[in-house]
């Protein structure tokens, strides 16, 4: 299994604020990344993918990658209520499985 | 478009038998599905690969006998966990693989909860 990692705790942020998350993973040949929304009892949502070196965004949401690092993050710029959930990193590997981290909570405060 | 239907969403069993989830991908055709089970507070762990047509590709650990994979056609997988026990209580979510863009975007059903007593 690969290991993909999410290492911080509950994150806490005031409405409007930006919420920075990060993931390393360690399998140096994956190709592909995602970020996932999980709302308490749901199942994930997609939120970003990214193959390439740099900054992908998409509305408030801004995916960076890193593969020298082997690292990935994601900020949400004006961070509202409906964004307080879990979210997931997880990572491509063979036969286009995803490996999925632990996954960080998000709590937006109004 | 990719939406993932999953039936039933939740479910309550008594020890022994067997229970049969159901992955539809609604508007695409899916050669391949994904089944994952995540236990409370714990992130999705992979448990096998569903291919239309041939065998089910099984994650190191997860027992194929118990956890019956089927992919009779390009919208339905089903799982089937047999002589289910309370320590299989966990959600179970697909996922099918996007058919646009890249190759492994993976769009997941809405899960089911599955109790054994």
């Known amino acids: 299994q690969k290991e993909v990692e999410q290492n911080s705790g509950p994150l806490s942020v005031p409405e409007g604020a930006i919420a920075s998350l990060n993931c390393t993973y360690s399998d140096r040949g994956s190709q592909s990344f995602f970020w996932y929304r999980q709302y308490s009892g749901k199942s994930p949502e997609l939120i970003m993918s990214?193959?390439?070196?740099g900054d992908k965004e998409d509305g408030r949401f801004t995916a960076q990658l890193n593969k020298a690092s082997q690292y990935v993050s994601l900020l949400i710029r004006d961070s509202q209520p409906s964004d307080s959930a879990t979210y997931l990193c997880?990572?491509?590997?063979?036969?286009?499985?995803?490996?999925f981290g632990k996954g960080n909570q998000v709590v937006v405060i109004p | 478009g990719a939406v993932v239907s999953q039936h039933p969403s939740r479910v309550i069993c008594k020890s022994g038998t067997s229970v049969k989830i159901e992955c539809r991908s609604l508007d695409f055709q899916a050669t391949t599905m994904f089944w994952y089970r995540q236990f409370p507070k714990k992130s999705l762990m992979l448990m096998a690969t569903s291919n239309e047509g041939s065998k089910a590709t099984y994650e190191q650990g997860v027992e194929k006998d118990k956890f019956l994979i089927n992919h009779a056609s390009l919208t339905l997988s089903t799982l089937t966990v047999t002589s289910a026990h309370p320590e299989d209580s966990s959600f179970y979510i697909c996922?099918?693989?996007?058919?646009?863009?890249?190759?492994?975007?993976?769009?997941f059903g809405p899960g089911t909860r599955l109790t054994v007593l």
């Open positions: 997880a990572v491509g590997y063979g036969n286009n499985r995803l490996a």
């Open positions: 990214i193959y390439s070196n």
């Open positions: 996922s099918a693989r996007s058919p646009s863009g890249t190759t492994d975007t993976q769009y």
